[in-house]
Protein backbone atom coordinates (compact mmCIF):
# COMPACT_ATOMS: atom_id res chain seq x y z
CA UNK A 1 0.00 0.00 0.00
CA UNK A 2 1.36 3.52 -0.26
CA UNK A 3 3.15 5.04 2.53
CA UNK A 4 4.49 8.33 2.90
CA UNK A 5 7.37 8.32 5.39
CA UNK A 6 8.81 11.79 6.34
CA UNK A 7 11.91 12.87 8.07
CA UNK A 8 11.85 13.76 12.14
CA UNK A 9 11.60 16.75 13.79
CA UNK A 10 13.89 19.89 13.50
CA UNK A 11 14.98 22.46 15.71
CA UNK A 12 16.44 25.42 14.15
CA UNK A 13 17.65 29.03 14.98
CA UNK A 14 16.65 32.02 13.10
CA UNK A 15 17.99 32.77 9.70
CA UNK A 16 18.98 29.08 9.26
CA UNK A 17 17.62 26.77 6.97
CA UNK A 18 15.84 23.22 7.10
CA UNK A 19 15.39 20.34 4.49
CA UNK A 20 13.01 17.85 4.86
CA UNK A 21 12.51 14.49 3.37
CA UNK A 22 9.33 12.68 2.56
CA UNK A 23 10.28 8.96 1.22
CA UNK A 24 7.60 7.20 -1.32
CA UNK A 25 6.65 3.89 -1.51
CA UNK A 26 3.34 1.92 -2.68
CA UNK A 27 3.14 3.43 -6.10
CA UNK A 28 4.44 4.53 -9.42
CA UNK A 29 6.62 7.01 -8.67
CA UNK A 30 6.76 9.59 -11.74
CA UNK A 31 3.13 9.64 -11.86
CA UNK A 32 2.32 11.91 -9.03
CA UNK A 33 2.67 15.09 -8.05
CA UNK A 34 3.91 15.41 -4.26
CA UNK A 35 2.92 19.08 -2.73
CA UNK A 36 4.00 20.27 0.51
CA UNK A 37 1.70 21.84 3.28
CA UNK A 38 2.17 23.16 6.49
CA UNK A 39 -0.09 24.36 9.87
CA UNK A 40 1.23 26.92 12.34
CA UNK A 41 0.06 26.02 16.00
CA UNK A 42 -3.86 27.09 15.82
CA UNK A 43 -3.21 28.07 12.04
CA UNK A 44 -5.09 26.86 8.84
CA UNK A 45 -3.30 24.30 6.52
CA UNK A 46 -0.94 26.67 4.25
CA UNK A 47 -0.18 25.18 0.68
CA UNK A 48 3.63 25.50 0.20
CA UNK A 49 4.43 24.05 -3.43
CA UNK A 50 4.50 21.05 -5.27
CA UNK A 51 6.69 19.08 -7.94
CA UNK A 52 5.73 16.70 -10.72
CA UNK A 53 7.14 13.43 -9.81
CA UNK A 54 8.15 12.74 -13.38
CA UNK A 55 9.47 15.97 -15.05
CA UNK A 56 10.32 17.57 -11.75
CA UNK A 57 8.80 20.75 -12.59
CA UNK A 58 7.83 23.08 -9.81
CA UNK A 59 5.26 25.69 -8.24
CA UNK A 60 5.38 27.30 -5.18
CA UNK A 61 3.19 29.51 -3.07
CA UNK A 62 3.97 33.56 -3.92
CA UNK A 63 4.35 34.11 -0.18
CA UNK A 64 7.08 31.46 -0.20
CA UNK A 65 8.96 32.59 -3.81
CA UNK A 66 12.10 32.75 -3.03
CA UNK A 67 12.51 30.85 0.32
CA UNK A 68 10.93 27.37 -0.61
CA UNK A 69 13.00 24.60 -3.20
CA UNK A 70 11.19 21.90 -3.44
CA UNK A 71 13.29 18.77 -5.35
CA UNK A 72 13.07 15.19 -6.05
CA UNK A 73 15.50 11.71 -6.16
CA UNK A 74 13.88 9.94 -8.60
CA UNK A 75 16.20 6.74 -7.97
CA UNK A 76 15.03 6.88 -3.68
CA UNK A 77 11.32 7.98 -4.35
CA UNK A 78 11.68 10.66 -2.46
CA UNK A 79 10.62 14.59 -2.67
CA UNK A 80 12.47 17.03 -0.30
CA UNK A 81 11.45 20.43 0.80
CA UNK A 82 13.74 23.29 1.93
CA UNK A 83 12.99 25.95 3.32
CA UNK A 84 15.39 28.86 4.36
CA UNK A 85 15.84 32.34 6.22
CA UNK A 86 13.91 30.79 9.21
CA UNK A 87 11.51 32.65 10.92
CA UNK A 88 9.80 32.26 14.54
CA UNK A 89 6.44 31.91 12.41
CA UNK A 90 7.76 29.03 10.32
CA UNK A 91 7.12 27.13 13.37
CA UNK A 92 4.60 24.31 12.71
CA UNK A 93 4.39 21.00 11.54
CA UNK A 94 5.23 20.18 7.90
CA UNK A 95 3.58 17.50 5.75
CA UNK A 96 3.71 15.99 2.01
CA UNK A 97 0.87 14.70 0.26
CA UNK A 98 0.08 13.31 -3.02
CA UNK A 99 -2.21 14.09 -5.90
CA UNK A 100 -2.80 14.14 -9.74
CA UNK A 101 -4.77 17.59 -10.10
CA UNK A 102 -6.76 16.37 -7.20
CA UNK A 103 -7.19 16.50 -3.77
CA UNK A 104 -4.55 14.81 -1.38
CA UNK A 105 -5.32 11.71 -1.12
CA UNK A 106 -1.95 10.07 0.74
CA UNK A 107 -0.21 12.29 3.48
CA UNK A 108 2.78 12.09 5.53
CA UNK A 109 2.92 11.84 9.03
CA UNK A 110 4.27 14.94 9.47
CA UNK A 111 7.31 16.98 10.55
CA UNK A 112 7.65 19.27 13.50
CA UNK A 113 9.77 22.30 12.48
CA UNK A 114 10.72 24.81 15.71
CA UNK A 115 12.33 27.63 14.63
CA UNK A 116 13.95 29.53 18.08
CA UNK A 117 16.77 31.21 19.86
CA UNK B 1 -6.66 34.01 -3.61
CA UNK B 2 -9.74 32.42 -2.42
CA UNK B 3 -10.70 32.54 1.44
CA UNK B 4 -12.60 29.51 2.92
CA UNK B 5 -14.57 30.39 5.91
CA UNK B 6 -16.11 27.13 8.13
CA UNK B 7 -19.04 27.57 10.26
CA UNK B 8 -19.12 27.30 13.44
CA UNK B 9 -16.01 26.87 14.74
CA UNK B 10 -17.36 24.21 17.32
CA UNK B 11 -20.06 21.72 17.29
CA UNK B 12 -21.46 20.60 20.10
CA UNK B 13 -23.28 16.98 19.90
CA UNK B 14 -23.78 13.50 20.98
CA UNK B 15 -23.32 10.80 19.27
CA UNK B 16 -26.06 9.68 17.22
CA UNK B 17 -27.51 13.22 16.05
CA UNK B 18 -26.37 14.83 12.82
CA UNK B 19 -23.63 17.22 12.07
CA UNK B 20 -24.12 19.99 9.46
CA UNK B 21 -20.99 21.98 8.82
CA UNK B 22 -20.99 24.47 6.55
CA UNK B 23 -17.93 26.01 4.23
CA UNK B 24 -18.34 29.52 2.26
CA UNK B 25 -15.99 30.61 -0.22
CA UNK B 26 -14.98 33.98 -1.12
CA UNK B 27 -15.25 33.64 -4.77
CA UNK B 28 -17.04 30.40 -6.25
CA UNK B 29 -14.96 26.94 -6.23
CA UNK B 30 -13.85 26.18 -10.25
CA UNK B 31 -15.44 22.96 -11.09
CA UNK B 32 -16.57 22.68 -7.83
CA UNK B 33 -12.89 21.39 -6.89
CA UNK B 34 -13.89 21.47 -2.98
CA UNK B 35 -12.54 18.56 -0.45
CA UNK B 36 -13.38 17.72 3.17
CA UNK B 37 -11.05 16.53 5.70
CA UNK B 38 -10.99 14.80 8.97
CA UNK B 39 -8.52 15.33 11.39
CA UNK B 40 -7.37 13.91 14.70
CA UNK B 41 -4.55 15.31 17.04
CA UNK B 42 -1.47 14.14 16.21
CA UNK B 43 -2.29 12.63 13.15
CA UNK B 44 -2.44 13.74 9.11
CA UNK B 45 -5.72 14.59 7.76
CA UNK B 46 -7.95 11.88 5.89
CA UNK B 47 -9.67 12.62 3.04
CA UNK B 48 -13.18 12.10 3.13
CA UNK B 49 -14.98 14.06 0.38
CA UNK B 50 -13.81 15.76 -3.49
CA UNK B 51 -15.64 17.23 -5.69
CA UNK B 52 -17.84 18.68 -3.43
CA UNK B 53 -19.92 15.05 -3.49
CA UNK B 54 -17.55 12.47 -4.41
CA UNK B 55 -17.16 10.02 -1.24
CA UNK B 56 -13.53 9.13 -0.97
CA UNK B 57 -11.82 5.23 -1.41
CA UNK B 58 -13.36 3.54 2.34
CA UNK B 59 -15.52 6.67 3.57
CA UNK B 60 -18.66 5.27 5.05
CA UNK B 61 -21.70 6.55 3.65
CA UNK B 62 -22.88 8.94 6.88
CA UNK B 63 -20.47 10.96 5.22
CA UNK B 64 -22.03 13.41 2.75
CA UNK B 65 -20.65 16.28 1.02
CA UNK B 66 -22.69 19.08 -1.28
CA UNK B 67 -23.26 22.21 -2.72
CA UNK B 68 -21.76 24.58 -5.32
CA UNK B 69 -19.89 27.75 -6.33
CA UNK B 70 -19.27 29.44 -2.75
CA UNK B 71 -21.50 27.14 -0.86
CA UNK B 72 -20.35 24.15 0.46
CA UNK B 73 -21.77 21.39 3.45
CA UNK B 74 -20.50 18.27 5.22
CA UNK B 75 -23.05 16.12 6.64
CA UNK B 76 -22.63 13.50 9.19
CA UNK B 77 -25.79 11.67 9.25
CA UNK B 78 -25.65 9.70 12.70
CA UNK B 79 -22.25 10.82 14.49
CA UNK B 80 -19.88 7.49 15.65
CA UNK B 81 -17.73 7.78 18.43
CA UNK B 82 -14.72 7.85 16.07
CA UNK B 83 -16.56 10.52 14.16
CA UNK B 84 -15.16 13.59 17.12
CA UNK B 85 -12.33 15.65 15.42
CA UNK B 86 -11.57 18.19 13.09
CA UNK B 87 -12.86 18.90 10.18
CA UNK B 88 -11.55 21.20 7.68
CA UNK B 89 -12.70 22.13 3.79
CA UNK B 90 -10.20 22.44 0.73
CA UNK B 91 -10.12 24.30 -2.45
CA UNK B 92 -8.16 22.85 -5.15
CA UNK B 93 -9.26 24.10 -8.03
CA UNK B 94 -7.49 27.75 -8.31
CA UNK B 95 -3.90 28.42 -7.14
CA UNK B 96 -2.63 29.06 -4.40
CA UNK B 97 -4.95 26.50 -3.04
CA UNK B 98 -6.53 27.04 -0.28
CA UNK B 99 -8.31 25.58 3.45
CA UNK B 100 -11.18 26.31 6.09
CA UNK B 101 -9.67 27.19 9.79
CA UNK B 102 -11.50 24.23 10.77
CA UNK B 103 -14.38 23.27 12.92
CA UNK B 104 -14.29 20.83 15.99
CA UNK B 105 -17.11 18.52 16.33
CA UNK B 106 -17.15 17.78 19.79
CA UNK B 107 -19.14 15.50 21.86
CA UNK B 108 -21.73 17.28 24.32
Known amino acids: QVHLVQSGAEVKKPGASVKVSCKTSGYTFTTFALHWLRQAPGQRFEWMGW????????KYSQKLQGRVTITRDKSASTVYMELTSLRSEDTGVYYC??????????WGQGTLVTVSS | EIVLTQSPGTLSLSPGERATLSCRAS???????LAWYQQNPGQAPRLLIY???GRATGIPDRFSGSGSGTDFTLTISRLEPEDFAVYFC?????????FGQGTKVEIK
Open chain 2, 90 to 98: HQYGTSPFT
Open chain 2, 27 to 33: QSVSSNY
Open chain 1, 51 to 58: IDEGTGGT
Open chain 1, 97 to 106: ARSRGSPYDY
Open chain 2, 51 to 53: GAS
